[in-house]
């Protein structure tokens, strides 16, 4: 089993809330993640990428962050097209997501969707590791319809140069219902030949404990929801105890306030910020024992400035939540 000092926990990529101010902020107050996943970039009809996308790989907005730029494609063009785009930015590695579970992107080949298509995979990662010098690595699920398809895909990539896989052991349909299905996970440890990184369900320090003696050697571990809920779960997974409450408030602060002013300068109008921020605290709620009431207070509000009240009044006041 790895040594705790050898374990490296990253941020999971998540559409609408890891980009670079999320990322930024949480570095800068609360710390802890050594690596960042960016939210799937993708190619639109046109070829181009999203103007958001273009600035969230952009180097001088992810200066002092380790990033890993993540690309969400089905064959070997888009691929290349990426992997080069971002490798002259300076990236040195690109994560390829064969996990999303949505319908709309599964039912195109896309993401967990990709699943159902191990020679589509085969040809894709194949032609692309001809023409690319990027380190690739893939996020994926067990499949898309069964936990059986990744045992063809495993082999796959056991033959190529990839880099590391990441795992979230559901399949596309499950979305996010019931458990992870760990025994999955330690079957695909026994025939994979690569770095076998776990991604799922850690939420606090026991479930992060039983993980660790389950699944025996992994490295590294990928959080998404579980950081979006509580941002010091890295710090207190890290130090095996949670940090100071006092500490903790004012810590909160200080990255709510970053990314809400970064926000506002970014967004128009109240009530793109107001939904912007609201989003963030569907989650960032779960750091209060009074949850949902919170969550519903916010909801409610429609101006900015009372919005910046509230949570403010909220994150110095309100009861934290012990875990
Ligand atoms: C709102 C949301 C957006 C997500 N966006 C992405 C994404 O862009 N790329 C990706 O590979 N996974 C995405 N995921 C999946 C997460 O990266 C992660 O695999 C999943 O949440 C399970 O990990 P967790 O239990 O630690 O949250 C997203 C998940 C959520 C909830």
Not at 199 to 221: A, K, Q
């Amino acid at each position: 089993m790895e040594t705790e000092d050898n374990i490296i926990f990253s941020l999971a990529p998540m559409q609408g809330y890891t980009d670079y101010v999320y990322r930024n902020a949480i570095n800068k107050y609360i710390g802890g993640i050594d690596k960042y996943y960016t939210p799937y970039l993708r190619l639109q009809n046109d070829g181009t990428l999203k103007n958001k996308d273009i600035k969230d790989v952009l180097p001088e907005n992810n200066k002092l962050i380790k990033v890993i730029p993540q690309i969400l494609t089905n064959n070997a063009a888009d691929t290349i097209y990426l992997c080069n785009y971002l490798n002259e930015l300076g990236y040195n590695e690109v994560n390829i997501n064969l996990g999303c579970p949505y319908p709309m992107v599964a039912k195109r080949n896309l993401g967990s969707g990709l699943l159902e298509h191990p020679e589509q995979v085969r040809k894709m990662l194949e032609e692309t590791f001809k023409k690319v010098s990027v380190d690739i690595s893939v996020k994926l699920r067990l499949g898309y319809n069964t936990h059986k398809e990744i045992l063809d895909i495993i082999p796959i990539l056991n033959e190529l140069p990839v880099s590391e896989i990441i795992l979230h052991p559901r399949i596309g349909k499950d979305l996010y219902k019931n458990e992870a299905r760990y025994e999955h996970f330690k079957a695909v440890q026994d025939i994979s030949a690569k770095k076998l990184s776990y991604n799922g369900d850690i939420e606090n320090l026991s479930r992060y404990i039983n993980l660790r003696s389950m699944l025996g050697n992994v490295s590294h571990f990928m959080i998404g929801r579980g950081i979006l809920k509580n941002p010091f779960l890295v710090h207190d997974l890290k130090n095996n105890i949670s940090e100071n409450e006092s500490i903790k408030r004012e810590k909160l602060q200080s990255f709510h306030s970053d990314i809400f002013d970064n926000y506002s300068t970014q967004l128009s109008g109240d009530s793109h910020l107001v939904n912007k921020i609201s989003l963030i605290w569907e989650y960032l709620s779960y750091m209060f024992n009074n949850q949902n009431k919170i969550y519903k207070r916010i909801k409610k509000i429609k101006k900015a400035s009372e919005m910046s009240h509230i949570c403010n009044e909220i994150i110095a006041n309100e009861e934290l939540y012990a875990g």
